[in-house]
DNA sequence: GATTTAATTAGACGTTCGGTCTAATATAGT
DNA sequence: ACTATATTAGACCGAACGTCTAATTAAATC
């Protein structure tokens, strides 16, 4: 929980070879991105990341140019590293279509199970608080989702192509399924601090698949 | 949008036989509840909710002993209210189970179209907010889920026995199903301000229920 | 190596918010 | 008339918010 710098920060303009170029910024953005899966922007203070993380709030602001900013960058490494996973696993050859979309399903309640359900999805947790968040938000949270979407509809119609779901299924419309559902799942498994609905929805899903 | 009084309060103990015995206070939830499915709880302030609606601050704590009180009344309101609602479209004898269950589904659409999916579920809400939250809220939110999934159980068996869906249906499952995929569709639309995520999930929820 | 420039930390500042508390006011009850 | 009760009015406090300026240190320049 308490990531720590290896070396405390100084004042002053660092030392060109240190081994924490960015680390003090990137020490900000892993504390911002924990803090804010759990409470959300709205709830979360700036003095709180810091203090986890013992930094002042000169740095904060030297680093960000505000918290709306802050945010934004959040969203973007946050997309960037899940669009990333969401590949590594619909990229896997050694299983068919569909059981790569298990997977993925599967990695994730892992994920959040790592965390004891206490930590939901960064980009449905600021779609929720849109109404008190910058309207700049908006767009982007919307094209992660198109972006996770398409992924998914990529990969369903690699599962169709293999005979696993119907050659008539709308696999647009199911990716949409998927993610709209899916994220009503992470938010109530934080509620329930459980697997369960993952679960339920994950055996939802997959069983309305139309058949091959 | 702006509620306001018929009759503007005066200080001191009220007449009796006045229309707005429990007005002020009325007034109070409702603006709540306005302000809060829109942008959430923390993101809330009490004086916002009170410069809404024009009443000063001695008569808010005057009414309600916390904030944390005033949100579990609003938890409570809310859920008896939507508990009702639900009742009324799943006891409508004139349909089949299963219209039934479409006709809340859309009539949902219709409530969230009226408020250009700007507001979103109180509950869905607060139970994503939950990691800023009193832990006092979390057992009520769950046991809000819980009642309106039963309620989609008993819809769901009666459309069981009326043949519309396999005899062979985890009812419970599909009720839970139902709404954990209704919470995340809620979210999506007020993110995207749009009837279409409501309208996928609909679509994907009863396309993938088990024929009868 | 003195001086300027760039990078970073330190923390003061003003504002807002949640919550409390006291006073003021008006009606009800006796 | 007097007391009790209900309600509004808003000052006040401590904590937290986001911003901003100053201080400090190393790099770069000459």
Redesign the interface.
Known sequence: MEIQLSIPRRRGRPPKLRESLLETRDLLLSAGLEVLT???F???GIDEILRRVSVPKGSFYHYFESKEAFGAELIEQYASYFARKIDRYLSDQSLSPLARLRAFVTGAQAAMARHDF?R?CLI??L??????LPETF?AK??QV?ADWQSKFERCLVAAQEAGEISPHADCK??A??FW??????V??A???HSAE?LK??E???F????PG
């Open positions: 759990e409470k959300g709205s709830a979360t206490r939901g449905g947790n779609g929720q608080e849109m109404g008190a908006r949270l919307q989702f419309q199911l949409a399924f709209i559902g899916w994220e009503g799942a938010l109530r934080k509620l329930e609905p339920i929805f055996r939802g899903f069983a309305g698949l139309p």
